[in-house]
């Protein structure tokens, strides 16, 4: 049996047999034979995995792992619509290049590339902007591999509830073989990035959020400080006058040493001496996030990250945003608990997706991190109460500690998801533990 592990290297499961399946016919095999396998008890699992960049325990699995990288690239695309289809294996980083002979670039990403496409809508994955959605929105059209091993075809006009609900599936209704994208023409990001006085930012936050494409933050607990990144569209080669893409220069000294061989030492440092952290912040926040380019839109969106943390994310409603951060500060000082991490702040558009945690409302996304070499559950327990207290959702792929009662005043429409999850997988084919533990 060979282990597995997630990006963060706690999560860990020994499947019972791996698979690198190439076709979808090889997958509708493997999970029609576990769903005629032994009893509800002992019955077979199958479990899809993408990048494994989920913190949470949502991909593991102790039956069949099916790894779907041979199951990657662009299947079609369709030139008058924007639109595109991808195999489910395919990776985020990849996608920029598939789309740039066509002119296409994805509407809006998060502030990495290196998930499956299938894990990222699965999950509820998310970049920032008020007017733009997770990349489960930006999905048309679906293949699935349901439980029964039947392969199915679901968008808006075909099998309407299960698109509706396997645009953020939690890997519980099928294995996704191919996703329709709807794409923009290719663009030009403008970034501007600042640090600014946190009360400042708080004053205007709603007018920034609705002013800037894509706006968020990071404030350095122990700092009075955040480092604003404030990202405008532009039409593809347009953009301020004078602007450029980042040297390669200051891409190696501004992402790679400082944000990550740096910031590791650091975190190395106050793991060992918490004391110095609130300095260390200080430090931080002025030294860091003072720049200004631009360049094509993944360019900017994503960047590296090679410093190993563990991440819970709340989606709250918009407005909430101011309280949830001064509530974090007091309760912080109060726990006396020194945080090397800073706090990311997001937001999004609401959507219609059942378990998408923007459903149904305009959302301000915060997450919170810490080094895994530290201890976070104390932190991560206290701050959980802070966002259940202002409605919060937990991002599915990132830590939490809710149970699937917990999900029902959350999700108005968590029956629809259930009931198509009792079509799409009668026997359970696809559950794990983390399934067991969210859905009734
Ligand atoms: C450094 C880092 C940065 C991150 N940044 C962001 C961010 O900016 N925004 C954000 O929202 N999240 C972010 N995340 C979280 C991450 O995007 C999600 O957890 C995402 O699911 C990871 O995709 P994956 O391919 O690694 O999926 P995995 O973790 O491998 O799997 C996640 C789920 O998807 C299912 N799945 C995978 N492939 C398939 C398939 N073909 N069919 C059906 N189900 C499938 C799995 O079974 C599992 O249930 C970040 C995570 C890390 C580690």
Redesign the pocket.
């Known amino acids: 049996m060979s282990e597995w592990c997630?990006?963060?290297g706690d999560q860990r499961c020994y499947p019972s047999q791996v698979l690198h399946p190439s076709t979808v016919q090889e997958i509708s095999a493997v999970v029609g034979a576990a769903a005629d396998s032994g009893s509800p008890l002992a019955k077979t699992t199958v479990?899809?995995?993408?990048?494994?960049?989920?913190?949470?325990d949502?991909?593991l699995t102790s039956g069949v792992q099916?790894r779907?990288d041979g199951l990657s690239g662009l299947q079609g695309v369709d030139r008058e619509a924007l639109q595109v289809t991808l195999a489910?294996?395919t990776?985020l980083h990849n996608i920029p290049a598939l789309l740039a002979p066509y002119g296409l670039a994805l509407t809006n990403m998060?502030?990495?590339d290196?998930?499956?496409i299938?894990?990222?809508i699965?999950?509820?994955?998310?970049?920032t902007g008020l007017a733009f959605g997770?990349i489960a929105t930006q999905v048309v059209g679906l293949t699935?591999v349901i439980g029964t091993g039947e392969v199915v075809h679901c968008s808006a006009a075909e099998n309407a509830e299960l698109f509706s609900a396997a645009r953020v599936?939690?890997?519980?209704l099928?294995?996704?073989?191919s996703v329709t994208l709807q794409c923009v023409p290719a663009f030009t990001l403008h970034a501007v990035e600042r640090p600014e006085p946190l009360a400042q930012v708080m004053e205007s936050l709603l007018e920034r959020q609705r002013s800037t494409d894509h706006f968020e933050f990071y404030w350095f607990p122990h700092t009075s400080t955040a480092l604003t990144k404030s990202n405008t569209r532009y039409p593809l080669g347009q953009g301020p006058a004078g602007v450029r893409p980042l040297s390669a220069r200051a891409h190696l000294v501004d992402d790679v040493l400082v944000s990550n061989k740096l910031f590791s030492a650091l975190c190395q440092v106050t793991a060992k001496v918490p004391s110095v952290i609130p300095r260390v912040n200080t430090m931080a926040s002025q030294l860091t996030g003072n720049r200004e380019f631009a360049d094509l839109s993944h360019r900017v969106f994503a960047t590296e990250?090679t410093v190993r943390?563990r991440?819970m994310?709340y989606a709250v409603p918009l407005l909430e945003i101011p309280a949830v951060l001064a509530e974090l500060d007091v309760m912080i000082k109060q726990r006396g608990f020194t945080i090397s991490f800073p706090v990311e702040v997001r937001c999004a558009a609401g959507d219609d997706i059942p378990l998408s945690t923007a459903h149904g409302r305009e959302t301000g996304?915060i997450a919170i991190h810490q080094h895994v070499k530290i201890d976070p559950f104390d932190y991560f327990h206290a701050a959980e109460e802070i966002f259940r207290a202002h409605g919060g959702r937990p991002?599915?792929?990132?830590w939490h500690f809710l149970q699937s009662n917990d999900f029902l005043a959350l999700y108005p429409e968590l029956n629809l998801f259930d009931r198509v999850h009792n079509v799409a997988d009668p026997k359970r084919v696809?559950r794990n533990t983390?399934l067991d533990r969210v859905l009734s």
């Open positions: 997630n990006w963060a479990k899809a995995v993408g990048a494994g960049h989920s913190f949470t949502i991909a099916l779907l489910g294996g990776r998060g502030d990495i290196r998930q499956s299938s894990g990222a699965s999950t509820g994955t998310h970049g997770g699935l599936g939690l890997g519980a099928g294995i996704i073989v990250r943390f991440e994310e996304y991002h599915w792929g990132k696809f983390y």
